[in-house]
Nanobody, 124 residues
Framework: QVQLVESGGGSVQAGGSLRLSCAFS????????MGWFRQAPGKEREFVAT????????VYADSVKGRFTIARDNAKNTVYLQMNSLKPEDTAIYYC?????????????????WGQGTQVTVSS
């Protein structure tokens, strides 16, 4: 069974940066496409970023393009989300996700495994 454990969330002022990490265990990490999603209070969970199994390709939501960077280290079984120029509207619980059957993970419907989430709060 795959386990995903996020870390790195916290509180930061607008314009600041945070780096989220997600540690993967239980299966072969390089066999899974990885993604980050987020859910703000009262809103549906939404796609943030995804990276292919090899790490060669990435896709971002328009709202974070140019500010966030997703990357993976297959030797460390870890995926990262570097978040720069944070805005109050980035405040949400951020979830790491894994999928075994897709090249890119951009929709919650294709997620096989979820992490427990980590809170990110951006104050103005």
């Amino acid at each position: 069974q795959v386990q995903l454990v996020e870390s790195g969330g916290g509180s930061v002022q607008a314009g600041g940066s945070l780096r989220l990490s997600c540690a993967f265990s239980g299966r072969t990490f390089s066999s899974y496409t990885m993604g980050w999603f987020r859910q703000a209070p009262g809103k549906e969970r939404e796609f943030v970023a995804t990276v292919t199994r090899s790490g060669a390709a990435t896709v971002y939501a328009d709202s974070v393009k140019g500010r966030f960077t997703i990357a993976r280290d297959n030797a460390k079984n870890t995926v990262y989300l570097q978040m720069n120029s944070l805005k109050p509207e980035d405040t949400a619980i951020y979830y790491c996700a894994a999928a075994g059957g897709v090249a890119l993970l951009t929709t919650t419907a294709r997620v096989d495994y979820w992490g427990q989430g980590t809170q990110v709060t951006v104050s103005s």
